[in-house]
């Protein structure tokens, strides 16, 4: 199955892993990437493991002829896209999975070689190590962290990016296997991956370093992209970019799921939770239109009818229903503009992107102006509102500017200008309906004023026209995606505009308890 193809059937993925109780990590983890990446996810165990976020405490190996049994049965019954590999514990288990994939034919097969504990210490003998050695022949891809890439190849711990790309190599000579080099243990800003084979490097992907303690099962989640990825029919290289997107963003967005008192999970969902509403009092029934209502014609208008029910969460949202009264607090519109510029910073960078993949000369200069609009038009906001502290950016920044940054590395250009269109839309909408409200004595008049601007609308409807030529130009499956990132912008939107309110909430309740939160202006 190949990206855009007519076969819409989920990747069918196998984890063959150990457990996690907490969820962050093994078998837990690799459902749960495989489901955040469309699969369907099956698992097999090879060992119950009492951990937590903070280490190991005990291991429970599957029996041998159990652990056959369940592979069995899997592979009896299921045709399996994809094998993803985690845990194996011993050389006994290790033999029998060994065992079971030279009697199968045409799998893809993702090897996590889990060897070497956070602390440092060898999980395996050495005959279990040799074993798995063996194993990579069985792989397509290798995904040892630089610790585990020594062990395989016998030799010290690299401890620069240059020395890990000469092992990985050695190890794709070894075993012929792909190796997915990671950089996550080198020291510095940089985080650096590598697909490398046999001939050299076949590519690599440069990124910032995460500054989080929620690294808890990024390994085990990684692999589980890739397998997922390359069983949708994704090419190597492709999948690594957007196996690496994703998980930069699952990272930032781990700690505000604030599970364990350790190194936490990432967030394995957070591309998916802006579109999920767990509020029991909101109403998103679509409205009841007429017969005589005319229907949607163009492409941008469905994406907009259908974001109806996120539109009137909006207008509902008590931080935009304040802005509109001037009763908002100045506290929250303080907060929302501090984020609104760390926002900005990451939007212009996306606006340039799309200048970047646009077509034709004249997107390429309205893409490349908007970009420059968005920093220095709201500068002007921020420098009357916001005091000089730099604030960090708040969980739902983080989301939504992932969101932007997922959608530019993958170059489509039709998902990505669908991405950015709700920046635009939503607030001019707002602007528009809002004029009437504004006054001298507004105190947020400025605001007001700023999306009500006639060049802005003008610059909407632009923006509007661009994404509908895009999506005349587009298949059906790319079609689908700039539906699909079109709502998770409108839904982030939603987010965004809620979280001062919800940041006010928390101070509010640390202050009753003795306490100050941090963030709120």
């Known amino acids: 199955m190949t990206p855009g193809s007519a076969d819409t059937r989920p990747p069918r993925v196998l984890s063959i ?8 990590a093994g078998i ?43 592979l069995e049965a899997v592979g009896d019954d299921v045709q399996i896209d994809a094998i993803k590999i985690g ?47 063996a194993l990579c ?54 985080c650096p991956d590598a697909l490398v084979s046999a001939a050299g490097v076949v590519a690599q992907i440069d990124g910032a370093r995460v500054a ?21 029919g994704w090419e190597w290289t492709a999948a690594l ?23 936490g999970p990432i967030d394995h969902l957070h591309e998916l939770r802006p579109a999920l509403d767990l509020r029991p009092a909101l109403d998103l029934r679509p409205a009841v239109t007429t017969e005589a209502a005319a229907a949607p014609s163009t492409w941008t208008e469905r994406a907009w009818t259908d974001a109806a029910p996120v539109r009137a969460a909006v207008d509902a949202c008590a931080l935009v229903d304040g802005l509109r009264t001037g009763d908002l607090d100045a506290r929250w519109f303080a907060w929302y503009l501090a984020q609104d510029a760390l926002y900005l910073g990451e939007y212009a960078r996306v606006l340039a992107r799309a200048s970047a993949l646009a077509p034709r000369a004249e997107e390429q200069v309205f893409w490349a102006e908007a970009a420059a609009s968005a920093i220095a038009v709201e500068a002007e906001l921020h420098r009357t509102h916001v005091d000089e502290t730099a604030p960090d950016a708040a969980p739902t920044t983080l989301a939504y500017t992932d969101h932007l940054h997922a959608a530019s590395v993958r170059g489509s250009y039709g998902e990505l200008v669908a991405a950015l269109l709700p920046c635009f839309w939503l607030y001019a909408d707002l602007g528009e309906r809002f004029a009437d409200a504004n006054h001298d004595a507004h105190p947020y008049r400025d605001w007001l004023a700023t999306y009500a601007d006639p060049a802005f609308a003008a610059s909407t409807r632009r923006a509007i026209a661009v994404v509908d030529h895009a999506a005349s130009e587009a298949s059906p499956t790319e079609r689908e995606r700039m539906r699909v990132a079109f709502a998770r912008s409108m839904g982030h939107e939603l987010a965004f505009f809620e979280a001062p309110v919800r940041a006010a909430d928390a101070h509010d309740a640390a ?7 941090r963030g709120l202006v």
């Not at 996810?41 to 002829?65: D, E, I, K, Y």
């Not at 690294?215 to 992209?225: D, E, K, M, Q, R």
């Open 17 to 24: 892993a150990g457990t996690d109780p907490t969820g962050g």
């Open 28 to 70: 837990q983890a690799d459902l749960k990437t495989i489901a955040a990446f469309g699969g369907y996810g099956m698992a097999v165990v090879t060992a119950l493991v009492a951990q937590n976020t903070l280490g190991v405490r005990s291991v429970h190996p599957s029996p041998a002829a159990f652990l056959r049994d369940q």
């Open 87 to 133: 845990m194996l514990h011993s050389q006994r288990l290790i033999a029998v999975v060994d065992d079971w994939l030279g009697q199968r034919t045409g799998d893809v097969v993702i090897l996590d070689p889990v060897m070497v504990a956070t602390s440092g210490d060898r999980l395996l003998d050495a005959a279990a190590e040799d074993a798995v050695r």
């Open 137 to 190: 022949r069985r792989a397509d891809l290798v995904t040892p962290n630089l610790p585990e890439l020594a062990v395989l190849v016998d030799e010290p711990v690299a401890t620069s990016w240059g020395a890990a790309l000469a092992q990985a190599r050695r190890l794709a000579e070894a075993s012929g296997a792909r190796v997915l080099l990671k950089g996550g243990h080198l020291a510095g800003g940089a």
């Open 212 to 232: 989080s303690t929620n690294t808890h099962g990024t390994g085990c989640s990684l692999s589980s992209a890739m397998a997922t990825l390359r069983a949708a």
């Open 241 to 263: 970019a957007r196996a690496k997107a994703w998980l930069t963003g699952a990272i930032a967005a781990g700690a505000a799921l604030e599970v364990g008192r350790g190194n």
């Open 511 to 517: 202050d009753a308890g003795g306490v100050r939160a």
